[in-house]
């Protein structure tokens, strides 16, 4: 009783402590006309913010602008926690509409930055020491700023030219709070909104949660980086900058400082003897590489993260958003794309149900049959006109009518793919983003049945098999002891009629009714054969007439039960 008086305190001093940011995202969400859509009337109740207290955005014309676009500069408004929610929302398209997809998308741009004391104070106390000990030079002006850090070039004491990314101050502090406010504002939207439940709000921001988490660990950005080079060393289209363990903590990441030609730039590239043509090419082959080679893969591969060296290699940055594909999911997801390509709608099936949460459809037989139409409505041109960011992003509307949530390394895949696809388009409009993966999704598939592949799935059944019979008459002399002394307890379940418990207690009535019937039937039975056969008197002949009678009343109750079971459905 004590923790939960405690428990519910703790919640009503949280719930003070946190109603000035409550406010200040109340406030802008209602400015940028979200009072509607998200049904904060109660919540504005709760937090006693009168309408007095509200405005709408000052100027009419954004009001006027279309929601999607009202909601991504909602976001830019609320900081760094939101940006960086709406940039990871843009990767769920089975949560969202292109409209808003293309907005969200647009959350990449730059934050302002944080003054340059602030990021040498966190340098000085996360390394321990100062300034002049660590760098012969450190540019004040920041080269990048972003949601979570911003980027400051600088020199090591050797001479070798590094980029520091520096954690904005009290980011953890403020992300904390509204990752709470997040989780409430999504049990509120669940229970309040219940078009919105079926999307899992809580769900959403648990994952969010956990994604940001990963990103705010700049070692885990670190380890993916070093994991990242390695699985590419010795290839000579990419580049990935090393990482200065000695210079970097949790908090602040040191890099190679590399600069290059934006991957946009195509007037640049051809100045530097790149050509785009075949810039979009080895692009694309990079990507393919890393889902189905690797599984270990770039999770936000736009633009801003991409420069093209003098040797026209493509140098890759921030790896805080990593995606990974275990070997099945990779099978799965190359026998999707040849079950696509090749019309062949059952494989199709297969692989959606493969790389689904849930594992199984309600109707798979419907399933198929929407499968079926989407490919002749998607996929009947020639490949080269087929988007395959577009394709797989269109499938995802069809599995969300169906119930089905992809797992979510699959969305980021999806991400990834198809931001690629379409820089590669803006290089070359003739790109044939499809055909050039052909060749690694059948990789994938050759090596699923290859003879090392079947080999090693026989030895695992083989190993699995002799553990099976080596532990099975152990395991099931334990179960037949278990039944004996009655320590065995059988579950049942029963699905409750609309009517209540009624149609149940009748049913029982009735097993319990034939039950004793028959006990009552055979015990009349037995008896009066007994009577028979001791001659009980009085006598018609030589049979026993009280005998007789109760062998008649015996026959009757039987064929009576014997009428009333084959009535109600045989035996």
Known sequence: MADVIFDTLRSAVDLYNHLPRYREILSVLFKYGFADVLRLVALQHILHIEDATIRTHPDDKILSKPLPERLRLALEELGPTFIKFGQILSSRRDLITDDYFVELTKLQSGVPPFPATEA??????????????????FHDKPIGSASIAQ???????DGT??????????????????????????????????????LNPTGVVQEFTETLQRELDFENEASNAERFAEQFEGNTHIRVPRIYRDHSTSRVLTMDFITGVAITDSEALRAQDTDPAELAVTMTGLIYEQIFEHGFFHGDPHPGNMRILPDSRIALYDYGMMGKFTPQMRESIALLVSGLAEKNHAQTTRSILDLSEEGIAKDQMLLQ??????????????????????????????LRDNHLRMKPAFYLGIKALAQVEAIGRALDPELNFIVLGEPYATRVLVGKFGAGRVGSILKGVAVELLDFLRDFPGDFRQLYQSIRRGKINIPLEHKIDPKGFEPLRQTM???????ANAILTASILICSSIVVLA?????????????????LFGAYMCLRLFLSIWKHGGL
């Open 151 to 157: 980027v400051h070039q600088a020199v090591l004491k």
């Open 535 to 551: 001659s009980v008197p009085p006598h018609i002949g030589h049979v026993s007439v009280p005998g007789a009678i109760g062998l």
């Open 369 to 398: 049959a929407e499968v079926e139409k989407f490919a002749e409505l998607n996929l009947n041109k020639p490949l080269r006109d087929i988007s395959l960011g577009a394709v797989l992003n269109s499938l995802l509307g069809l």
């Open 509 to 515: 009535d009735s097993i319990a009714n034939r039950l």
């Open 120 to 137: 040498r104070e966190i340098i000085e106390k996360e390394l321990g020491h100062p300034m002049r000990a660590l760098y012969s030079d």
């Open 161 to 198: 030219p590094v980029a520091i990314k520096v954690q904005r101050p009290d980011i953890e502090k403020t992300i904390s709070l509204d990752v709470v406010i997040l989780h409430d504002l999504a049990r509120f939207v669940e229970k309040h909104v219940p078009e919105a439940a079926g």
